[in-house]
């Protein structure tokens, strides 16, 4: 609109002042010049709360602009000044009440001045004034009344699609710790709770029922703040044990879900005054923890399909494919730091006869008794796998040979005491990387080691140095 005015008033007027023609000209380059700033800075990513600023103040350069055009023709007063009310409508739909406030006062301000250049004075002001912030009120008035719930809505639908849209480019794979993948999570979702569900703060708990202690997994707007008052509210502690949302005047606590060590809460100190009714905030609490839930359900059920994909059913231990994944990855280890890594093959001595005679019902709860055994005695550097049936291989980084031997010898002997009243034995081979052979080669040296275990009468653990078959 402003070009066209200003536009109109080269063709219609021969006195221009040109000062103020200039000024609209300035106010139409400024608008470009933000706009184009703005539009390099957020890349076309912006909030929606960003996008209504920068509305605002081109708005507010527009209205300015339209002041100087009025102000630079020799028409009587008030001949384009009505074309202002377009930018208060304008902000009435896309601003809040800050910016409405503003936008009407600073409006009012350009028609006094308008007003007082060309002449208005006493009783003639008044009138001119009383009646342009009576139809400035009005027009507010109406637009909040019709207008502006519709505007609320389509901002709130705008919000709780850039929220799912967020969480669907979260890159949930499982390589990752389940309680950093969910910090992930929250930490791109909650700034968007906001736009939702007007708040002042926003925090992530998991809380582990049998400890009842409260660990925060991320918080907004500040990410280091000590948010453990949040979890004192009494609506945290319905909302946990009615595992449904939660609100009173104050605060809004949502379950979340669930991650493996405990339940996910958000709570959400409120914005108030709060403008929307009960009914309103409830459906926008029930639909933000319905978002959350589905992304943090998508995360435990794809982080569970890699483990489950990754982990031997019956004892819980990495299987075969983990196993190759590892020892690749500790060669590089070794090849960088040039320090020693063993691998060791280790069997149950005639366990197919011992499953013939007890079941295999029984072997199965040998075969975990004997797998939580080398777990609990070897160090959290160590991997132990499942080979397959009764065979299982340790990866020892950082460990010669004779560590090794040392630490399957104690192995060997747990292993027997905690099943002597079975009469289960253990045979193992053990060998070191030469720092060149694959993983299969190494594999296989280890085995070949087991091999003379088993030939030299069981129960044993026979080495086999890199470089030799000895």
Not at 239 to 255: I, K, M, Q, R, T
Request: hydrophobic share 45%.
């Amino acid at each position: 609109m402003v070009p066209v005015l200003l536009s109109l008033t080269f063709v219609n007027h021969t006195s221009v002042r040109w000062g103020y023609m200039a000024a609209a000209v300035a106010c139409i380059a400024a608008s470009i010049a933000y706009q184009g700033v703005y539009t390099l800075v957020t890349r076309g990513e912006s909030s929606m709360t960003s996008q209504a600023n920068s509305w605002f103040i081109i708005a507010c350069l527009a209205l300015a602009g339209l002041a100087c055009i009025e102000l630079s023709t020799a028409t009587p007063a008030a001949l384009y000044t009505p074309a202002m009310l377009v930018g208060v409508i304008f902000v009435s739909i896309v601003g809040d009440r800050r910016m409405q406030l503003v936008v009407d006062m600073y409006a009012l301000a350009l028609i006094a001045l308008i007003g007082w250049v060309q002449g208005l004075r006493g009783g003639e002001f008044v009138v001119s004034m009383v009646i342009y912030a009576s139809t400035i009120a009005v027009v507010n008035f109406i637009c909040a009344r019709t207008v502006g719930s519709l505007t609320g809505q389509i901002n709130f639908s705008q919000a709780l699609d850039s929220l799912n849209d967020c969480f669907d480019e979260v890159d949930i794979d499982g390589s990752s710790p389940t309680s950093e993948t969910f910090a992930q999570i929250f930490s791109r979702g909650l700034p968007y709770v906001a736009c939702i569900l007007p708040a002042e703060r926003v925090a992530v708990f998991n809380r582990n029922r049998s400890l009842d202690r409260f660990t925060l997994v991320a918080s907004w707007p500040d990410l280091s703040a000590d948010c453990g008052d949040l979890t004192r509210v009494s609506v945290a502690a319905k909302a946990l044990a009615s595992n449904s949302v939660e609100l009173d005047p104050y605060y809004c606590a949502l379950p979340v879900g669930y991650a493996a060590d405990g339940e996910l809460i958000m709570v959400i100190e409120r914005t108030l005054p709060e403008v929307q009714s009960e009914a309103r905030t409830a459906e926008a609490a029930g639909l933000l923890a319905a978002s959350f839930l589905r992304i943090t359900s998508q995360a435990n059920f794809v982080t569970g399909l890699r483990t489950e994909s990754r982990t031997d059913p019956l004892t819980g231990l990495a299987n075969r494919r983990s196993l190759m994944e590892r020892i690749e990855m500790e060669m590089a280890h070794a090849l960088r730091s040039e320090t020693p890594l063993s691998v060791a093959m280790v069997d149950l001595d005639h366990f197919k006869d011992f499953n013939d005679q007890y079941g295999h019902v029984v072997g199965d709860t040998v075969l975990r008794s004997v797998s939580a055994m080398m777990v609990s005695n070897t160090r959290d550097q160590d991997l132990v796998a499942r080979y397959g049936g009764e065979e299982f291989c340790l990866v020892l980084p950082d460990t010669d040979l004779l560590g090794g031997h040392n630490l399957l010898e104690h192995l060997r002997s747990g292993g027997r005491d905690a099943t002597t009243d079975l009469g289960v034995t253990m045979s193992v081979g053990l060998t070191s990387w030469d720092g060149i052979e694959d993983p299969l080669t190494f594999i296989d040296r280890a085995d070949r080691a087991l091999y003379r275990a088993k030939n030299s009468g069981r129960d044993r653990v026979v080495s086999i140095a890199a470089y030799t078959d000895q």
